[in-house]
């Protein structure tokens, strides 16, 4: 009975009772459809403020639905009444045209408001860097992200900060084929990653050297990187990125002419493939093994 009273007097409150406060309080828990509800009775309700096209706009942006966050963004971008308001609809905004795969739209965005962001503190304004750069490096403007992540190198960042903009740093080098240079880049990472004990980013970062060595033939480094990067995502319990290590490790393995582990490898692959049931890959990775054993056969008999 308690329960009917309550949501009859929430349907009856005046329209000035309602807030964008209730919509963003539907958002940080998640409750995305309920927060679009709630905004458009504020919106019905005359509520047509910053706050209002800002949470529906974000909702819609965490439902993947990105034509109607960028509507609803750019509506909360005319109502900004300061410098903190604009650059945090435009992060969004540029995040949604992103979402929709129009980087181009996305730079421009984050251009016009960066200078403000830059203005206000350190910490928004690196994450706006951040967006740009990455989105500079999907539209393959490979020198201008560079350029923007040593820019923030320079600045005074927490380890975690300085350890993904030197990560990135090398993942441009990686892309540029300036193998040296990301190598430096990568281990100046692992050691940043070791001082934070970030477990994740010491296999994904090993894993990228291996890569990275075996583009340069040092087969037997990238053997060493891979197991290390499989032996740190083992600890971490994820099943799925171990499995594709273990698929990269037998590539390096064939590389060394070692066919007796690289089957063993990708034994490992397949097995952890068909515990997650994850039948597609591991159907991928068991045809690989059934060729590279037939070879193995082929090879005795002769």
Known sequence: MILFLVIALILVLPSWALSPL???????????????????????SGNREYGTYLCIGRAHFELRNYNLAVSYLERAQQRAKNDIEKVLSAFYMGRAYEGLGDYVRAINVYKGVLPLAEALNQGISLSLMFQL????????????????????????????????????????MAKKQDYSLAVKAYDAALLLASSVNDILALSRI???????????????????????????????????VEASLYERLALAYMMKDDFKEAIVAYEKAVDLYRTLRDTSNALRAQERLEVLRRFMELRREL
């Open 22 to 44: 209730g919509c963003f309080k539907r958002l940080e828990a998640m409750e995305y459809h309920s927060a679009i509800v709630y905004g458009d009775r504020l919106l019905r």
């Open 133 to 172: 750069a990455e989105a500079y490096e999907k539209i393959n403007n490979l020198d201008e992200a560079l350029r923007l992540y040593t820019s923030m190198e320079s600045k005074t960042l927490s380890d975690r900060e300085k350890l993904r903009v030197v990560e990135k740093m090398g993942d441009i």
């Open 206 to 240: 090993n894993a990228k050297l291996g890569d990275i060595n075996l583009e340069m033939k040092n087969v037997d480094t990238a053997v060493e990187q891979y197991e290390q990067a499989i032996s740190y995502i083992k600890s971490a319990g994820n099943k799925r």
